[in-house]
DNA sequence: GAAACGTGGTC
DNA sequence: TGACCAAGTTT
């Protein structure tokens, strides 16, 4: 690796201060950040539950939810005390509901065991439910100001270019995770992070790097190179399959459909959802009920690893389900299965 | 280490 | 328009 210059100490100093000077500058202003080099630390209620919300997730789609659970329970304590049923309603369209899952047992084991108050260690966080590696470091730096390495997809990004990394990730990965740590020190860690990772997110994008306004490029070998979006390096990735099911749509004709609680493993997992057939290549019809069942078109939807062409059913009828005003289920549903909802109820009129 | 796990925006 | 991508964690 190309970072011979960044040994030096006083290279590294140089690195640092003119990000933060940058970050003091530039940084964004987000519902859940305190300005650089504020004296109060954060909530580290809610660090944590943006931070839950922002795995994998973008900044505009995770702020809606942000907003709406402080509002509804601002404090731990609160959170805690939601029924399953509320929290996995309130998550709908965020997707990875493993996350809800575990961010409700992750209120309530504070609450229960740690008397409303988290953790203000990385080893400490690391024992709840839902927070690794990432989500530790990024609390015990933003709301704790320890000195932690928090490494994002952002901070990899930025410091394979900065270190003009070969490695292909995930390979690379350990290896990042240590040059980045080379960059951490006591002084400011929280906003040393956090500075990392708008810089990532506004100027070392993934696809066309803003280089010529970057705070670090003077010391950057990726730009040195010529072609720093070439940076990280990445194996390819595996296709998509594409799978095929049915949904149905029952109603009871008072405005009411029927719905099913998923298992709590797996896809989609704890969620409401509409009666399926299999999916997979070639699955049969299996309607929830015996009636006269109207095809109602089909909707497209891709998940991370497989795509699904949904065929819509439509139908009148009874039977044991969870029946749910048509409104709350729009609201209440993973977005696969309301737009499958959607589709039946305009096919039907 | 690999695979499972959602969704919406971008180019 | 399809592939890529976003503040990852769990199994």
Redesign the pocket.
């Known amino acids: 690796m190309d970072d011979v210059a960044l040994h030096k100490s006083d290279t590294k100093s140089a690195v640092r201060a003119a990000l933060l000077a940058w970050y003091d500058e530039r940084a964004?202003t987000?519902p859940?950040?305190s300005p650089p080099g504020a004296a109060e630390r954060t909530d580290p209620y809610r660090v944590w539950l943006?931070?839950?919300?922002?795995?994998?997730?973008?900044?505009?789609?995770?702020t809606p939810y942000f907003q709406s659970f402080t509002q509804r329970w601002p404090t731990v304590n609160d959170l805690a005390a939601v029924a399953d049923a509320d929290l996995m309603a309130a998550w709908?369209?965020?997707?990875?509901?493993?996350?809800a899952r575990?961010l409700l047992a992750?209120a309530r084991a504070v609450a229960s065991q740690h008397g409303g108050v988290f953790p203000d260690t990385e080893a400490g966080l690391?024992t709840?439910?839902?927070?690794?590696?990432?989500?530790?470091?990024?609390v015990a730096a933003?709301a704790f100001d320890r000195e932690a390495n928090v490494v994002?997809?952002?901070?990899?990004?930025v410091v394979a270019r900065l270190f003009a990394v070969e490695t292909p990730v995930?390979?690379a990965?350990?290896e990042l995770r240590v040059l980045a740590g080379s960059l951490v020190e006591a002084h400011r860690p929280g906003d040393w992070a956090?500075a990392l990772?708008?810089l990532?997110?506004t100027v070392c994008?993934?696809?066309?790097p803003s280089c010529l306004i970057c705070p670090i490029s003077a010391w950057c070998a990726g730009y040195r190179t010529g072609e720093p979006e070439r940076y990280p390096v990445?194996?390819?990735?595996?296709?998509?399959p594409h799978r095929l099911g049915f949904a149905y749509v029952l109603r009871d004709g008072a405005g009411r459909v029927a719905l099913v609680q998923r298992p709590d493993?797996?896809?989609?997992?704890g969620?409401l959802g509409l009666p399926t057939s299999d999916w997979g290549a070639a699955p049969s019809e299996t309607p929830p009920v015996k009636a006269d069942w109207i095809d109602a078109g089909a909707i497209?939807?891709?998940?991370?690893?497989?795509?699904l062409t949904l065929a819509v059913r439509v139908a009148e009828g009874q039977g044991d389900f969870v029946w749910t005003s048509e409104e709350a289920a729009l609201k209440a549903?993973?977005?696969?299965?309301?737009?499958a909802l959607e589709r039946g109820l305009a096919s039907a009129g």
């Open positions: 964004r987000l859940w950040r943006s931070e839950v919300m922002l795995q994998q997730t973008t900044v505009p789609h995770a709908a369209g965020l997707g990875y509901y493993a996350r575990n992750c690391l709840l439910p839902g927070v690794g590696a990432y989500t530790a470091a990024a933003i994002d997809g952002n901070v990899e990004r995930p390979a990965r350990p956090q990772m708008d990532g997110a994008r993934p696809k066309s990445k194996t390819k990735k595996a296709e998509r493993k797996g896809l989609l997992g969620m497209e939807h891709v998940f991370t690893h497989f795509s549903l993973p977005t696969v299965f309301r737009k």
